[in-house]
């Protein structure tokens, strides 16, 4: 996931990122130009790219999916955020390729709310009925304490730390 607050790293956060993973484009804020130029980035680097709530942005882009869309994803693969169990529910409903579970541990992302805990996390990523992705303080190390009920991981604060 792309936030504001990694700044100018985000083309060295880019180039150290493992073969087979995702960037999420979720610079809402920013200006399109500055969104598309992070897809490019990414697919310099062959590495899969979604686009957060601008399904036209995504469209334009090449993304692979677009992420908590805004209206008709007109066509395009989903992903969800999953923080309780009426959006797991929605996520299923909806057909999503990946739910975002989160946050599952304390984040500063989302400052001053308590992670669910890895064991209701498990239960949202099952009732999503989909490729589920922890997120929300994750690292390596937390992900291995997920008992393969994820798909993957992602982080925001994970690649601020390098």
């Given at each position: 996931m792309t936030d504001p607050r990694i700044g100018s790293a985000l083309?060295?956060?880019?180039a150290?990122?493992?073969d087979g993973t995702g960037v999420i484009v979720r610079h809402d804020e920013s200006p399109r130009i500055e969104r598309a130029a992070i897809a490019d980035l990414c697919r310099a680097r062959g590495i899969v790219f979604g686009v957060a709530g601008d399904v036209a942005l995504a469209r334009d882009c090449g993304a692979s999916l677009v992420h908590r869309?805004?209206?008709d994803p007109e066509g395009l693969?989903?992903?969800l955020p999953v923080h309780d169990e009426?959006?797991?529910d929605d996520a299923a409903r909806r057909h999503a390729a990946l739910a975002f579970v989160s946050p599952i541990f304390a984040t500063r992302s989302h400052e001053g709310v308590?992670?669910?805990g890895v064991e209701r996390a498990i239960k949202l990523a099952k009732r999503s009925a989909t490729f589920a992705i922890a997120l929300g303080g994750m690292d390596r190390a937390r992900f291995a304490e997920l008992n393969d009920a994820f798909y993957g991981w992602a982080g925001?604060?994970?690649w601020l730390r390098t």
């Amino acid at each position: 996931m792309t936030d504001p607050r990694i700044g100018s790293a985000l083309p060295s956060v880019i180039a150290q990122l493992p073969d087979g993973t995702g960037v999420i484009v979720r610079h809402d804020e920013s200006p399109r130009i500055e969104r598309a130029a992070i897809a490019d980035l990414c697919r310099a680097r062959g590495i899969v790219f979604g686009v957060a709530g601008d399904v036209a942005l995504a469209r334009d882009c090449g993304a692979s999916l677009v992420h908590r869309p805004h209206g008709d994803p007109e066509g395009l693969p989903l992903s969800l955020p999953v923080h309780d169990e009426r959006e797991a529910d929605d996520a299923a409903r909806r057909h999503a390729a990946l739910a975002f579970v989160s946050p599952i541990f304390a984040t500063r992302s989302h400052e001053g709310v308590a992670g669910i805990g890895v064991e209701r996390a498990i239960k949202l990523a099952k009732r999503s009925a989909t490729f589920a992705i922890a997120l929300g303080g994750m690292d390596r190390a937390r992900f291995a304490e997920l008992n393969d009920a994820f798909y993957g991981w992602a982080g925001i604060d994970a690649w601020l730390r390098t």
